[in-house]
């Protein structure tokens, strides 16, 4: 009896400690937007935060079957680039981890497969193509940006898993230390 009480409190006590995950959720919808990716980063110099991730319209069909899917993400890389004074061809480039749960379509996997299957990266990569996407303003400095390379795979692919290309606009707010991006789905390989 004595057993049975105990376990009873510790797991009353269990309930009562918060759980703290550093990982984000990000709920996606089926949408019309006018964007199939958004991302907003605020200290990507320093230690990156998402402020805000989005992938809808064709994509997001194709990595989310079920459209019943949840976004959890899992960290940047620690190789950023970033726009600085002295570069004479300025860019941007970071890779964001993140894992499609898709407790539908995976159903059957058990939790390590699902670990495995449902990890993503985006490596977000953008050129500054003139110098009239270079803007000072006071002590800050915004670069524009743009590219077609940007890229959406799994991060353990199977053979047939194809890789999604997007056509992107960024800007970096040097001051902020903000990177807003978005993009439209442009093609995927093979």
Partial sequence: MKTLIMGAVMTSIMFLIPINTNAPLYSQ???NQENDLVLEVQGLRTSPMT???QLSGEVWKKVCPSNQCHIEEDGYSSYIVIPEPEDTDPRL???????????????????LQKKFAERYELLF??????????????????????????????????????????????????????????????????
């Fill in 29 to 31: 919808q089926e949408s």
């Fill in 125 to 190: 990569s953008c050129d500054v193509n003139s110098v009239k996407d270079i803007i000072k303003q006071g002590n800050n400095v915004i670069y524009k940006c743009s590219s077609e390379y940007p890229d959406l795979s799994k991060s353990n692919p199977e053979e047939n898993d194809p890789t999604y290309y997007f056509r992107v606009e960024g800007t970096y707010d040097t001051q902020k230390d903000t990177l807003t991006g978005t993009g439209k789905y442009d093609r995927q390989y093979p």
């Fill in 93 to 111: 480039y970071t890779t964001l981890y993140f894992y499609i749960h898709d407790n539908v379509t995976n159903k059957d996997l058990t939790t």
């Fill in 51 to 53: 402020k805000n991730f």
